[in-house]
C-alpha cells in the first residue's frame, strides 16, 4: 500500500472528480438532478471527507520524518520544444496547511448544505463550491516549474 506522502497529488482530485460527476448528471439529467439535495451533499461531503483524512494522514507522517519531498509531473509540451512539469512539495509547512484547508473546507461544505439546502439554485452552487474547495486544497502542495529537468 502506498504511503500517504506518495498519493499526496489525490487530495485535491477527489473534490474535483466528485464534483465533475456531478456535473455530468447536472448537465444530462437537469431536472432530476436539480431536486436532489442530499444525495449531492453526500457525495461531495465524502470526497472532501476522505482528502481531509488522507491530508491527516500526511501530516502524521511527515510530523514523523520531517522532510521536504518534491514530486515531478510531466504535463506537456511547450512550442518551443520545452517540458512543463507540475511541481508538488510537500514539507511540514505544507502538510499543516493542507490539513487546515481540508476542515476548513469540509466544515464550510456542512454549513453550506445546511444554509442552502431548500433553495433553488442549490446542487449548481454546491457543484461550484466542490471545484473551488479543489483549487483551495491544491494550492499548499503546488508550484510550477518549466521547462528543463
Request: hydrophobic share 50%.
Amino acid at each position: 500500500m502506498p504511503s500517504p506522502i506518495e498519493i499526496a497529488w489525490i487530495i485535491p482530485v477527489f473534490p474535483f472528480v466528485g464534483a465533475s460527476l456531478l456535473g455530468i448528471l447536472l448537465i444530462s439529467f437537469s431536472r432530476t438532478m436539480s431536486r436532489l439535495s442530499k444525495p449531492v451533499s453526500f457525495i461531495i461531503l465524502t470526497c472532501i471527507g476522505t482528502s481531509a483524512s488522507i491530508s491527516y494522514l500526511l501530516l502524521s507522517q511527515e510530523l514523523s520524518e520531517e522532510a521536504i519531498r518534491e514530486f515531478l509531473f510531466p504535463w506537456g509540451q511547450t512550442i518551443f520544444g520545452q517540458n512543463n512539469y507540475l511541481n508538488l512539495s510537500i514539507d511540514l509547512l505544507s502538510a499543516k496547511v493542507l490539513s487546515f484547508l481540508s476542515t476548513l473546507t469540509f466544515v464550510s461544505m456542512i454549513f453550506l448544505h445546511k444554509m442552502m439546502q431548500y433553495k433553488n439554485g442549490y446542487v449548481k452552487f454546491f457543484i461550484l463550491a466542490g471545484l473551488l474547495s479543489s483549487v483551495i486544497l491544491f494550492l499548499p502542495i503546488s508550484s510550477y516549474v518549466r521547462g528543463g529537468v
